[in-house]
Every structure is written in structure tokens, then in C-alpha cells.
């Protein structure tokens, strides 16, 4: 029983949507008992990128260990969790799999409920984990990962509708791939984060693609284009002494035209708080920025700690505790999808 006299819930979450195998125990919603991730970066890094195919099997061989180890770090047995969370969409369907069956094997097992997530759904939801407040909606959601860039409305009674999505490559994704071009490794976001510190950020000036075109869409393609034809021009931005400068413009360029964007949906649809999440919310110069322009501006920021805007099954067990408790449960029989449904 907890300080209200209810019977404290315990979610068990699991994410497999793309090369992270995870799973997590989350208590009334809010407290993190266990967050386990086995990722798989290390795997994919030789070939500059997620192949779908070695990262459904690599969550086969791990899924039992992982999810062994929430229960393990919780300090809890499989017979105390009140409902299973996964993440079902959006994702690489081999990988989504995985983590689908295992759900519902325990499910099936345990006989509690199973709740079906949606994975960008699920990261806005990581915000909740560290704030003393519930939020109800009234808030513009930034997703930025590997695989999406997108902009949501979130109203009262989390009715999420998108605004915005990239036309092209993600944000994570352009990272990713300027990291790959210049042969720094991946995952290139937090490499170029790294790099790009202290460096002068407008030494080289980048376009800011679509900043101001009137709608929340996004467009990063040209941008790698840019940076590529530049190195191409003149081959010593790429040497040593010049690279910091390089990849520092470029990364000024995906937080400029991300924060203003959200100001302006903020503007637009009379919010004033923002939610960010997604891999890329990780990086120390969108945080910053973010941070300064929503202070100025008179708008809430909320970014979460940089281990949960990366994929992760705590965010999971976080939506699913919301579904929970109203009582919203998934069929058994539930498939999974490579789109999102929002
Ligand atoms: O959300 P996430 O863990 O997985 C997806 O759902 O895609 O995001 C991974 C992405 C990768 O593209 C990675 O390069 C990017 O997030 N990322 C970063 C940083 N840390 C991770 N991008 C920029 N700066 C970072 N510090
Ligand atoms: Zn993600």
C-alpha cells in the first residue's frame, strides 16, 4: 500500500523497437525500480548504421537476460508486476517482434494484462519520470531520434495530434550520417556533440533548411548535402584543427532550425510548455538552446536526463501505468507495425 492507501502498481515495460534491448520496472507511473538496456551499438557501428536483420537477432540471444536483470535490480519476483507495457510501433518489424512475444509470453503466463505501446508516444512519457507534476496535455512534443524528427500538439487528455514530421532524413539520422562521411564512428550524434564543444559554431556558415516555411515540417538531407560539398571544395576542413569547427556548424544549424520550429508551434497553438525527447535530445547544445530560448520566450522547457531520452523501457512502463489505470488493455493477439500511428 502506498501513502494514499492504494495498492502500489508495478509495470513491467520492455522496448525492442530498434538495436536497444530493453526492459524496465516502473512503480505507480513515477519510480524507477530497474532500467536495464543492452545496447547494441558496438554491433552495428562496424557497418555505419542499424541493420534490421542482425539487430532482431542480437534481441533474440539477450531478450531473457535483460528482462531476468529488471527483476533482478528491482528486487522483485515476475509474480509482483501488475501488467506488461511494450512498445508494439514504430520500429523495425524484426525487432518489434522480439520484444512483442516476450510481452506477451508473460502476459499469457502471469495472467495480467497487456498494454500496447507507441514508441514516440512512449518518449514524450519519459518527461513524466522525473517531474513532481502529472501532466494532462496542453504542451508541443519535439521527438528527435534516429528515425524521426517530428512535432506534436498535445492537448488536454494526451489527444496527440503531429504538426510536423522530417520530409527527409531524421535528425539523429543526419548526425549519423555526416559522423559516417567523415569516418568519426557511430552512433554520430554524441560523437559530434563531443567534438563540436568549445569549437566555434559559426565559423562555417550552413543553411538553415525550412526555418521559416510557414508550416512545423522538417528537411536535414540538404543540410548533409551542404557539408559534404563544402568538404569536397576545400579538403582541409576536414583535417584535425578544422573538423571541431566543422561539424560544430553543422550541429548549430539542426538545433537552430529544431528550437525555433518549436517555438513557433508553441506560438502558434498558444503552449507554453514543450516537452523534448528522442536520442537526439541528448545533445548538450539543443539542451542549452532549448533551455535559453523557452526562458526567454516565457515557455516551460522539459528535457529528460540524457539516459532517458535514449531509447529505453522505463518510458514504456510510464505510458503504460497511464493506460493502466484507466483500464485500456490490449488483446493478446495484438501485431505490431512499422509506422506510427500519431
Ligand atoms: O531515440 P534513440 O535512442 O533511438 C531511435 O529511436 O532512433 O535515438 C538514437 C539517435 C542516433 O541517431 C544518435 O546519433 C542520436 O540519437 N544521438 C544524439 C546524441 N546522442 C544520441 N544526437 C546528437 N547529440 C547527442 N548527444
Ligand atoms: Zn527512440
Known sequence: MNKNNKKDIYILGIETSCDDTCAAVVKNGKEICSNVVSSQNEIHGRYGGVVPEIASRRHIEV???VITAAFENAG????????VSVTNRPGLIGSLLVGAGAAKALCY?????????NHLEAHLYSNLLTLEEDIEGGFIGLIV??????????ESGWK???IGHTLDDAAGEAFDKIARFLGLGYPGGPIIDRL???MDENAIDFPRPMMDSGDFNFSFSGLKTSLIYR???DSTLTKKENIGNLVAGFQKSI????????????????????LVSGGVAANSRLRKEMMEKGRENGIKVNIPPVNLCMDNAAMVAALGYSRYIRGEYDSLDIDVNSHSDI
Open 231 to 233: 568538404t569536397k571544395k
Open 255 to 274: 538545433v537552430d532550425v529544431l528550437t525555433t520550429k518549436t517555438m513557433a508551434a508553441c506560438r502558434k497553438f498558444n503552449m507554453e510548455r514543450i
Open 196 to 198: 563540436s564543444c568549445g
Open 63 to 65: 531478450i531473457d537476460t
Open 76 to 83: 522483485m519476483d515476475f509474480g509482483q508486476i501488475d501488467a
Open 109 to 117: 503466463s502471469l495472467r495480467i494484462p497487456l498494454i500496447a505501446a
Open 160 to 162: 496527440i495530434k503531429e
Open 145 to 154: 531520434s534516429g528515425g524521426h524528427s517530428s512535432l506534436y500538439l498535445v
